[in-house]
């Protein structure tokens, strides 16, 4: 299967894709043509996580033989996730579940794509016969970067560097990000927010390196949910919801469900979206914003607008004024033209607006709502309390525009809803500790063993190891000074690699 770009004709191979991330017009890779419904609860019933996501996946990569297939996903879906279903699905009541998608090496939802995803690149990298290194530049808002160091750490012919906003994290996001592991690693805070560390990564990609500074030796790629090696893992997961929901009765075997996404850069949605174009019966699909609700706006006025005061949350993967992965259901929505005339005027002007049949065809695909911190917290401890389950802030805030969308009849009620719940709550131990209302003190890991005690949810070892482990990367830069470090970083790379 060939890939094309969101904003003109161009195509490429997989292999292309993977290894550019980004098309050479600025546009985002996507399928030349998405496949035929090919989905069947027949043929899928008995289907394991792994044989399920190989099943999807080789609609996708038709490149990648089989065989190769199954052996990357057995690997990437192995003894690093906590459960053998990989994302279990936890019906709560009849009217909804929560989709756990926490249980990885990193306690969120991104270590479902970012574990598959070395293996892809590094078969990229081979069937493009690149020798140079692949240096994987990657803007996080802080759950990514974790998911992208883990899955890339020590694989050969690799490197990784992760910029964070310094001020836009958790603590225990930041020690995941300035205590890891890997001699090919390297991450670093910036004085600016995940909108200017996005820009400036992207800003890299556009221009490429001079042989001296290390374009002999090395080559860009990246691990932001733009890469369709990171989207079509997503994809997977939205199936097996559905696997899960039928054999456990939750649905029945003709039945729909909707599916409420905890939206930041619009990636996990989208594979929902593509995961209902491959046969997934998914009803409504409902864009869940914070107070970061540009997207939710669009959905209610047709105008994309991303000049606003941009509001720092307690769910700071969905604190995102440019959702990168919305130009890919634009693509489909209003087609390639209009695709690039609105990124053009998101770029020069910071906004653009559909004209009337886009937003019409649109409504038809997508609903959008927000829920502010009030409304994010409240919910966290209604849920707490009336079924002792603990969602994390990002978790909550969807949670919280089901609700409201819910008692507005938005939702229908005779449908089934999944939530999906994008990070362990432990991650965020204070808003935690709020919804089940105990009182916590002392560093971030006294509080979650106070929590632990408190509510019986024992703390993840990925999360507890942290505590002892020496700080290895505690720089933080100012944002003008990214395209420097990442020079200074390739020009190391290369030195090392022994090219003259
Ligand atoms: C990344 C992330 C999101 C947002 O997902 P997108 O694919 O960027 O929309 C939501 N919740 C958590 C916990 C995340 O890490």
């Known amino acids: 299967m060939k890939y094309r770009s969101t904003r003109s004709g161009e195509t490429v191979t997989a292999a292309e894709a993977l290894l550019r991330g980004l098309a050479a017009d600025g546009g985002l890779y996507l399928p030349e043509k998405l496949p035929a419904p090919f989905v069947s609860y027949e043929k899928m019933q008995d289907f394991s996580y792994q044989e399920t996501a190989a099943y999807v996946l080789g609609r996708f990569f038709t490149e990648i033989p089989e065989e190769t297939m199954a052996a990357f996903v057995r690997k990437a879906y192995g003894p690093s996730f906590e459960t053998r279903d990989i994302v279990p699905v936890r019906t709560i009541d009849e009217s909804f579940s929560m989709a756990e998608m926490f249980h990885g090496r990193t306690c969120a939802f991104k270590d479902l794509a970012l574990s598959l995803f070395p293996y892809l690149l590094t078969w990229a ?120 929901l039928v054999r456990s009765g939750s649905i029945g075997q003709k039945e729909t469900f909707n599916v409420v996404v905890p939206t930041g850069n619009f990636g996990n949605i989208l594979a929902a979206w593509i995961a209902r174009k491959i046969g997934t019966p998914i009803g409504q699909l409902v864009c869940a914003s914070n107070e970061n609700h540009v997207l939710s706006d669009f959905f209610a006025t047709g105008t994309y607008d991303r000049r606003r005061e941009f509001h720092l949350t307690k769910s700071p993967s969905m604190d995102i004024l440019i959702s990168s992965n919305f130009e890919r259901f634009l693509y489909y929505m209003a087609g390639a033209r209009q695709t690039a005339d609105a990124m053009r005027a998101l770029s020069e002007e910071g906004v653009y607006a559909m004209p009337a049949d886009v937003m019409a065809r649109i409504g038809e695909e997508m609903t959008g709502g927000w829920a502010d911190e009030a409304a994010r917290a409240a919910v966290a401890s209604s849920v707490y309390e009336k079924y002792g389950y603990l969602m994390d802030p990002h978790t909550a805030v969807a949670y919280a525009v089901y609700s409201d969308l819910r008692r507005k009849g938005t939702i229908s009620r005779g449908t089934h809803t999944v939530i999906v719940s994008t990070a362990h709550p432990y991650k965020f131990p204070d808003p935690s500790a709020e919804a089940a209302q105990v009182s916590v003190s002392g560093s971030p890991y006294d509080r979650l063993r106070q929590l632990a005690e408190a509510t019986g949810i024992p703390v993840p070892p990925q999360l507890a190891r942290l505590e002892d482990a020496p700080v290895r990367f505690g720089d933080t830069i100012a944002k003008e000074a990214i395209a420097d470090y990442v020079k200074a970083y390739a020009g190391e790379i290369r030195k090392a690699s022994g090219v003259k």
Not at 156 to 165: A, D, L, S
Request: aromatic share 10%; charged share 20%; proline share 4%.
């Open 125 to 244: 990298k081979e069937a493009a016969g690149e020798a140079r290194r692949v240096l994987i530049l990657t803007a996080t808002s802080g759950d990514t970067g974790k998911a992208a160091l883990e899955g890339f750490r020590d694989v050969p012919g690799t490197n990784i560097c992760v910029f964070y906003p310094s001020h836009g994290v958790s603590p225990l996001q930041k020690d995941q990000m300035q205590k890891q592991e890997g001699e090919n690693v390297r991450v670093c805070g910036i004085e600016g927010n995940f909108d200017d560390a996005q820009s400036a990564v992207k800003a890299i990609f556009a221009s490429p390196l001079s042989a001296e500074d290390g374009g002999d030796a090395v080559i860009f790629s990246s691990a932001n949910s733009i890469n369709i090696g990171r989207l079509f893992p997503q994809v997977a997961y939205y199936v097996w919801i559905w696997l899960s």
